[in-house]
């Protein structure tokens, strides 16, 4: 059975750093590629960052291109999102999830309905 915990979150001040990680289990780890998502009070769910299967290639949304990075270990099966100059507008749930999909050229997809495997969610709030 896959499952993915996402851990790390919490309350930060403006300007500050955090940096989640998301455990998985239950899956061949290597075979998809890992994304993050966050979802804000009110607000639709938006893609945020994915990493490629071997780890060698990222992909960012515009709003946090430069502040946040995405990385993977195969060995551990894990995945990470360093967040660092974060601002209020970044405060969300954060869900990491798991796609085994390929998209021809691409090979991202920033659809969440097409992520096979989501976890839990972490709670980030930054306050101004």
């Known amino acids: 059975q896959a499952q993915l915990v996402e851990s790390g979150g919490g309350l930060v001040q403006a300007g500050g750093s955090l940096r989640l990680s998301c455990a998985a289990s239950g899956i061949t780890f290597s075979r998809y590629v890992m994304g993050w998502f966050r979802q804000a009070p009110g607000k639709e769910r938006e893609f945020v960052a994915a990493?490629?299967?071997?780890?060698?290639?990222?992909y960012y949304a515009d709003s946090v291109k430069g502040r946040f990075t995405i990385s993977r270990d195969n060995a551990k099966n894990t995945v990470a999102l360093q967040m660092n100059s974060l601002s209020p507008e970044d405060t969300a749930v954060y869900y990491c999830?798991?796609?085994?999909?390929?998209?021809?050229?691409?090979?991202?997809?920033?659809?969440?309905?097409?992520?096979?495997?989501w976890g839990q969610g972490t709670q980030v709030t930054v306050s101004s």
């Open positions: 990493v490629r299967k071997s780890g060698t290639s990222t």
């Open positions: 999830a798991a796609d085994l999909g390929s998209y021809g050229s691409r090979w991202y997809s920033t659809e969440g309905n097409v992520y096979d495997h």
